[in-house]
């Protein structure tokens, strides 16, 4: 048979391709950015909770082709490995805050004493401007409920030539037990929480010296550094100052990322999750309605160096590897 040798060839291919096959090692999965791609998700907030990742976003809803923001709710997913997200039942819409007229805009969630306190960024019904309000949760995924009945920051507590200063706001509780509220456009604000979460302890104070600060402040910690990152200049990139207090002074110490993607705005959350560090953001990667009023949640890696500055996070479409 002339072709025996051929044949008994493919035979033993066909034979030894499964083994092959099963003998590789099963590929990581990765997540692909953006993360969320079956709604249009916005100003990422994210609380490491008992082994979870519990992510906070806005929802972008306005309808094509309008370029606007439309948002009336914030959406919530789970993850135990940065790669599989669960998402749960919107935990909060503006109409939870009856003083509130709309504009589910950023927002933050921490928890202290087993509840879990939203800070959210809307648009008063009564005083002229933004303001923030908090709502407050037995469990991370809702349902939450106005903590107060009122605002707690309205925008007549600060002064500034806008009505949008008084939103974005980032809570960080430091190693006393100190609770601080960070916020602004064009000014940075920052003032002492009390233990119950829900009112100021004394003053409201600018941070002064954030070159190019536009909005989207958010502070973290890592190996005795504060960090306060923030959107700078417009469109937006991403930078950040480092302290050795919460309270500053703040240096100065340059970009985190470039403008994202189509997108005019970004903002960021920074957080620590099974020994590695992970940044998101958003971007208007999606086609074909992505932009600067229709974003999408993405996450990349973020590293620091030996003498804790923060390297320049490289903005990918693959996200990242499923953490173990």
């Not at 999965?29 to 791609?37: D, E, L, Q, S």
């Not at 958003?282 to 590293?303: E, Q």
Request: aromatic fraction near 12%; charge should be neutral; include cysteine.
């Amino acid at each position: 048979m002339k072709n025996a040798p051929l044949i008994g060839w493919l035979a033993g291919l066909l034979l030894t391709a499964p083994t092959l096959v099963l003998g590789q090692a099963a590929p990581v999965p990765v997540a692909g950015n953006p993360i969320i791609k079956d709604k249009y998700t916005a100003d990422p907030a994210a609380l490491v909770h008992k082994g979870t990742v519990y992510l906070y976003a806005g929802h972008d809803e306005a309808p094509a082709p309008e370029q606007r923001y439309v948002m009336h709710e914030w959406l919530c997913y789970s993850s135990q490995d940065m790669v599989h997200w669960k998402e749960h039942p919107s935990p909060l819409n503006v109409k939870a805050f009856a003083w509130a007229k709309d504009d589910a805009w950023a927002s933050q969630v921490i928890e202290r004493g087993g509840k879990f306190y939203w800070y959210a960024a809307v648009e008063h019904g009564s005083i002229p401007g933004k303001s923030i309000g908090v709502a407050v949760s037995d469990s991370p995924t809702g349902p939450f409920k106005d903590a107060r009945g009122s605002a707690l920051i309205t925008n007549n507590m600060t002064e500034s030539k806008i009505s949008w200063d008084d939103i974005d706001p980032t809570v960080f509780i430091d190693d006393k037990g100190q609770a601080y509220l960070y916020w602004g456009n064009t000014n940075c604000y920052w003032a002492k929480l009390k233990p119950n979460m829900t009112e100021l302890d004394g003053p409201i104070n600018k941070v002064s010296n954030l070159p190019g600060f536009t909005e989207a402040p958010w502070v973290h910690q890592h190996n005795g550094w504060y960090y306060l990152s923030y959107a700078y200049q417009f469109p937006e990139k991403l930078a950040y100052a480092m302290s050795r207090s919460i309270e500053g002074p703040w240096e100065f110490k340059g970009l985190l990322n470039e403008v994202a993607g189509n997108s005019n705005t970004n903002h960021q959350a920074i957080i620590d999750f099974k020994g590695r560090s992970y940044f998101i953001y958003h971007n208007g990667s999606i086609p074909t309605d992505g932009g600067s009023f229709r974003r999408s949640v993405c996450v990349d890696y973020l590293y620091y160096n030996k003498d804790g500055t923060i390297k320049r996070v490289q903005m990918t479409t693959e996200s990242v590897q499923a953490a173990k």
